[in-house]
């Protein structure tokens, strides 16, 4: 168990549709990471929140978007929901302030039809 | 364009002989080097990592190696069991704003045969 804790771990929707995926970090870690992880394809880097704040972004599509709340858990927004976003969404926490290990959480596995 | 490349998508090794996954990458500004392995149905587990300070890191089974100069590195498993039959994940962060963010191959999946 990695303390990271994603919600749900399925999800299956209608082309244009919104949804939202939901992503607690290990106790006491203040930066989130979400990534995206494609039929055969790596883990893509979507967007990084510290501590509520965006730090970093990836490639993420307009259509998407996250937050981070002051209890530090994340949302990641997917909308206008196309069949090429079924994938896998994983979010990942670390300490900030020093280059070390993500811990991942278990993904939301999103599937669009 | 992939930054972190790992050319190897399968392998199989016979159970008790040495496992050895291999990862390039193009972007001289990576200074961290990571390995996870992925099970189906779970998230990425972090498995070993090295700074780009060093150029091997060991922790039990397994050994992390860092070729600077020719912008490789591989991950050695001894001895291989059944239980490391996973996707193993290649990835590498750049220092900058303070966010390391992860830039990941697309794995290999090693097989560990009985």
């Known amino acids: 168990d990695s303390g990271v804790t994603q919600t749900p771990k399925h999800l299956i929707t209608a082309t244009g549709q919104r949804v939202t995926l939901r992503c607690s970090p290990r106790s006491g870690d203040l930066s989130v990471y979400w990534y995206q992880q494609s039929l055969d394809q790596g883990l893509q880097f979507l967007i990084q929140y510290y501590n509520g704040e965006e730090r970093a972004k990836g490639n993420i599509l307009e259509r998407f978007s996250a937050q981070q709340f002051p209890d530090l858990h994340s949302e990641l927004n997917l909308s206008s929901l196309e069949l090429g976003d079924s994938a896998l969404y994983f979010c990942a926490s670390t300490r900030q302030g020093q280059n070390t290990e993500a811990f991942f959480g278990q993904g939301t596995r999103l599937t669009v039809v | 364009d992939q930054q972190v490349k790992q050319n190897s998508p399968s392998l199989s090794v016979q159970e008790g002989r040495i496992s050895i996954l291999n990862c390039d990458y193009t972007?001289?500004?990576?200074?961290?080097f990571l390995w996870y392995k992925k099970y189906p149905a779970e998230g990425p587990t972090f498995l070993i990592s090295i700074s780009s300070i060093k150029d091997k890191n060991e922790d039990g089974r397994f050994t992390v190696f860092l070729n600077k100069s020719a912008k490789h590195l591989s991950l050695h498993i001894v001895p291989s069991q059944p239980g490391d039959s996973a996707v193993y994940f290649c990835?590498?962060?750049?220092?900058?704003?303070?966010?390391?963010?992860?830039?990941f191959g697309k794995g290999t999946k090693l097989s560990v045969i009985p």
């Open positions: 972007n001289s500004m990576f200074d961290y």
């Open positions: 990835a590498a962060s750049a220092p900058g704003a303070g966010s390391y963010q992860l830039t």
